[in-house]
């Protein structure tokens, strides 16, 4: 949008992209805007906008379902688990040559 803002001084603003400059006469924002307009940045920018918040959204969602998972998964996991290596036989960790200890 191109506003002018006083004697000499117009402004170009593009509210999706932030962008704000002013210029002396109308017709430098004129051709600012069409500068500015025939960028990428500007084309892809509610695109670029949409998809940061999918991507948020999606980074959610995979989160909660890494959490369900290994919350479903903590069963078979712990069933899974290697027993800690100590022996049945209690006389076994008195053993200090084997078990600490010198
Ligand atoms: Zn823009």
Known sequence: MIR???KARWVYTCELC?????HPDHFRAI?????HEGTIEHATKPM???LGIFAESLTEMANAFVDTIASALKPLTDALATPPNVPHDPSLLRDRRK???R
């Open 48 to 50: 670029a906008d949409a």
């Open 31 to 35: 051709e600012q805007q069409q500068a």
């Open 4 to 6: 002018k803002e006083g």
């Open 99 to 101: 078990w600490g200890g």
């Open 18 to 22: 932030r962008v704000l400059a002013a």
